[in-house]
């Protein structure tokens, strides 16, 4: 079985100066892949070159199957006059010559995608005035209506309740095994250990495979640089937990 | 009885002059194409380059007029130099793009308007600045009805595209909408557009019909389609209302109708404000 996504010695940038690089990984079919770093560490990088928005620097980069993006929240524009089936139908752009609109296939492909992600009652509703949860399924739903094998989501739980978040989770999971593959950022390391592989990035790769193998104590704290502490041992095994960037910077200054 | 009669004869009279039949079917060419485009310029805020290019072509129309040529062609030509001039302008370094349009824009402008008021123009050429929607011609008329079924059906057409760029610009590369694309087939349309709307409604008062009765109209609407068909029935509406005021009180029908456009305007947002006001005060009694 060949990978959907495959790396090699990737490099990528805005410039000419990559702001990410030596990125070495695969995502195959089926399987959930969380991409772990700190802000500015080139997360969403990663997915604009995956979208075929920015050209590797150096390296190459095989993506196979058509990409769904989820994208950071709050880039599009929640003041925008469209429904959540609106949404759900721009997925059905790229199949089409351009001077085809979408006609009634579609917005029934559009109505049973957003129903897969439980919003069919919603499909009316302007899509701004959904819950943040609700407006990340509307995004799958278009993911889905793509037809996309890959679907990346770009730190998807960020500002999510637990419920949501347990939602949209379960959702992520019906998707791998329906043999797409899914790239998550995210700043959860815990959360992550629950999924199949972790891509750490700091500017460059740190680390990548199984979690459990992964996510060591060197690994995180090259990932997110100083800001990461140990919390004593609860059931066993010793947590470990993130500071937010100001209190590691206050700390050295002081 | 009679009243009702008269009015009805106030109301029917100014259709009976093929003057005033063709400015009513500017007017609705107008509403058409600035309603339906016009939201798309408020929702991609594009009002300040529409303004520059109406303005920018302005010595276009009036070197037109001086020579002879047909509007249409000096306006054409007038928005070609003024989006080059612009281009490379932005290129200047240490300008600012910004700033680079405001300098090229109003230069256009005044070296129109030093053309048009030099001691040899002809008279009438001020129709140029405000519009001279009772001097339509049948071929104005057939011109500017080709021009805006061409702008029509590129929205209808490009209605997807430009939809996924404008909800989110970066994701729309990755569904098939380039933003790119979608930007420059908007510049050329409002670029048509401008060409059909500065015959009724002059250089100055040509903006108001592609933004006022869109603004409005996005107060009002919740989905763009409905959202298009309120802006072009506010754009019609005051365009006709506009020409019975310059029919019975004969002031300047360019002017009334750009004044009806942002009246409607200025009701859709007290409209909204009344209703957020009332929405509050429900809030209050409930608490
Ligand atoms: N459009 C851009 N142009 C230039 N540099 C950018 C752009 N977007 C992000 N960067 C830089 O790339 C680096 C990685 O950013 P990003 O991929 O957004 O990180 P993350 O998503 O992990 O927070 C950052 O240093 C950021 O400043
Ligand atoms: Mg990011």
Redesign the pocket.
């Given at each position: 079985m060949s990978a959907l996504v495959e790396a090699r010695g990737l490099a990528v940038?805005?410039?000419a100066a990559p702001?990410?690089g030596d990125v070495d990984f695969a995502l195959e079919a089926g399987e959930r892949v969380g991409v772990l770093?700190?802000?500015?560490?080139?997360?969403?990088?990663?997915?604009?070159a995956l979208l075929g928005e920015l050209r590797p620097l150096a390296g190459e980069l095989t993506v196979a199957g058509r990409c769904g993006t989820v994208p950071?929240t709050e880039r599009s524009r929640l003041d925008f006059p469209v429904s959540a089936l609106d949404v759900a139908l721009m997925g059905t752009i790229a199949g089409r010559p351009w001077w085809r609109r979408p006609g009634r296939a579609e917005r029934r492909t559009a109505r049973a995608a957003l129903g897969r992600v439980g919003l069919e009652q919603l499909a009316e509703r302007t899509f701004g005035e959904l819950s943040g949860g609700q407006r990340q399924r509307v995004l799958v739903a278009r993911a889905l209506v793509q037809e996309a094998r890959i679907v990346l989501l770009?730190?998807p739980f960020t500002g999510l309740d637990a419920a949501s978040a347990e939602r949209l989770e379960a959702l992520l999971d019906e998707l791998a095994s329906e043999g797409r593959g899914i790239l998550i950022?995210t700043h959860d390391v815990d959360q992550a250990r629950a999924w199949d592989r972790v891509l750490c990035?700091n500017?460059r790769q740190i680390a990548f495979g199984p979690p459990a193998e992964t996510l060591t104590r060197e690994v995180l704290a090259a990932t997110y640089g100083g800001a990461i502490v140990t919390l004593p041992a609860e059931d066993g095994r010793e947590a470990l937990a993130l500071l937010p960037p100001h209190h590691c910077d206050h700390e050295h200054s002081a | 009885m009679t009243v009702l009669a008269s009015v009805l004869t106030a109301l029917g009279d100014p259709w009976d002059q093929g003057i005033m039949q063709r400015a009513l079917l500017e007017v609705v060419l107008l509403g058409l194409v600035g309603g339906a485009l016009g939201c798309w310029i408020v929702l991609s805020e594009l009002s300040y380059g529409a303004e520059s290019l109406a303005h920018g072509m302005f010595p276009g129309l009036v070197l037109a007029a001086l020579t002879g040529i047909p509007l249409l062609l000096g306006g054409a030509a007038g928005i070609l130099v003024a989006a080059l001039a612009v281009a490379l302008a932005g290129r200047v370094p240490g300008i600012g793009r910004d700033n680079a349009v405001a300098v090229v824009v109003t230069t256009l402008f005044g070296l129109g308007v030093l053309l048009a008021l030099s001691p040899s123009s002809p008279p009438g050429i001020q129709g140029l600045l405000f519009g001279d929607v009772l001097g339509t011609s049948a071929g104005d008329l057939l011109d500017g009805a080709a021009l805006a079924a061409v702008v029509l059906a590129a929205l209808w057409v490009l209605h997807w595209r430009l939809l996924a760029v404008g909800f989110d610009r970066l994701s729309a590369r990755a569904l098939g909408a380039p933003p790119l694309l979608a930007d420059a087939a908007l510049l050329i349309l409002l670029a048509l557009a401008v060409l059909v709307a500065v015959q009724g409604l002059g250089n100055l008062l040509v903006v108001a019909v592609l933004v006022a009765p869109a603004a409005a109209a996005r107060l009002l609407a919740r989905r763009l389609l409905p959202m298009m068909a309120t802006a072009v029935a506010i754009a019609i509406v005051a365009g006709i209302a506009g020409l019975y005021l310059s029919y019975y009180v004969r002031v300047a029908a360019g002017a009334s109708i750009a004044g009806f456009m942002v009246l409607a305007y200025a009701l859709a947002r007290l409209a909204t404000l009344a209703e957020s006001l009332r929405g509050a005060a429900t809030l209050t009694e409930a608490n």
């Amino acid at each position: 079985m060949s990978a959907l996504v495959e790396a090699r010695g990737l490099a990528v940038g805005y410039g000419a100066a990559p702001v990410l690089g030596d990125v070495d990984f695969a995502l195959e079919a089926g399987e959930r892949v969380g991409v772990l770093g700190p802000n500015g560490g080139g997360k969403t990088t990663l997915f604009r070159a995956l979208l075929g928005e920015l050209r590797p620097l150096a390296g190459e980069l095989t993506v196979a199957g058509r990409c769904g993006t989820v994208p950071q929240t709050e880039r599009s524009r929640l003041d925008f006059p469209v429904s959540a089936l609106d949404v759900a139908l721009m997925g059905t752009i790229a199949g089409r010559p351009w001077w085809r609109r979408p006609g009634r296939a579609e917005r029934r492909t559009a109505r049973a995608a957003l129903g897969r992600v439980g919003l069919e009652q919603l499909a009316e509703r302007t899509f701004g005035e959904l819950s943040g949860g609700q407006r990340q399924r509307v995004l799958v739903a278009r993911a889905l209506v793509q037809e996309a094998r890959i679907v990346l989501l770009d730190e998807p739980f960020t500002g999510l309740d637990a419920a949501s978040a347990e939602r949209l989770e379960a959702l992520l999971d019906e998707l791998a095994s329906e043999g797409r593959g899914i790239l998550i950022a995210t700043h959860d390391v815990d959360q992550a250990r629950a999924w199949d592989r972790v891509l750490c990035l700091n500017r460059r790769q740190i680390a990548f495979g199984p979690p459990a193998e992964t996510l060591t104590r060197e690994v995180l704290a090259a990932t997110y640089g100083g800001a990461i502490v140990t919390l004593p041992a609860e059931d066993g095994r010793e947590a470990l937990a993130l500071l937010p960037p100001h209190h590691c910077d206050h700390e050295h200054s002081a | 009885m009679t009243v009702l009669a008269s009015v009805l004869t106030a109301l029917g009279d100014p259709w009976d002059q093929g003057i005033m039949q063709r400015a009513l079917l500017e007017v609705v060419l107008l509403g058409l194409v600035g309603g339906a485009l016009g939201c798309w310029i408020v929702l991609s805020e594009l009002s300040y380059g529409a303004e520059s290019l109406a303005h920018g072509m302005f010595p276009g129309l009036v070197l037109a007029a001086l020579t002879g040529i047909p509007l249409l062609l000096g306006g054409a030509a007038g928005i070609l130099v003024a989006a080059l001039a612009v281009a490379l302008a932005g290129r200047v370094p240490g300008i600012g793009r910004d700033n680079a349009v405001a300098v090229v824009v109003t230069t256009l402008f005044g070296l129109g308007v030093l053309l048009a008021l030099s001691p040899s123009s002809p008279p009438g050429i001020q129709g140029l600045l405000f519009g001279d929607v009772l001097g339509t011609s049948a071929g104005d008329l057939l011109d500017g009805a080709a021009l805006a079924a061409v702008v029509l059906a590129a929205l209808w057409v490009l209605h997807w595209r430009l939809l996924a760029v404008g909800f989110d610009r970066l994701s729309a590369r990755a569904l098939g909408a380039p933003p790119l694309l979608a930007d420059a087939a908007l510049l050329i349309l409002l670029a048509l557009a401008v060409l059909v709307a500065v015959q009724g409604l002059g250089n100055l008062l040509v903006v108001a019909v592609l933004v006022a009765p869109a603004a409005a109209a996005r107060l009002l609407a919740r989905r763009l389609l409905p959202m298009m068909a309120t802006a072009v029935a506010i754009a019609i509406v005051a365009g006709i209302a506009g020409l019975y005021l310059s029919y019975y009180v004969r002031v300047a029908a360019g002017a009334s109708i750009a004044g009806f456009m942002v009246l409607a305007y200025a009701l859709a947002r007290l409209a909204t404000l009344a209703e957020s006001l009332r929405g509050a005060a429900t809030l209050t009694e409930a608490n």
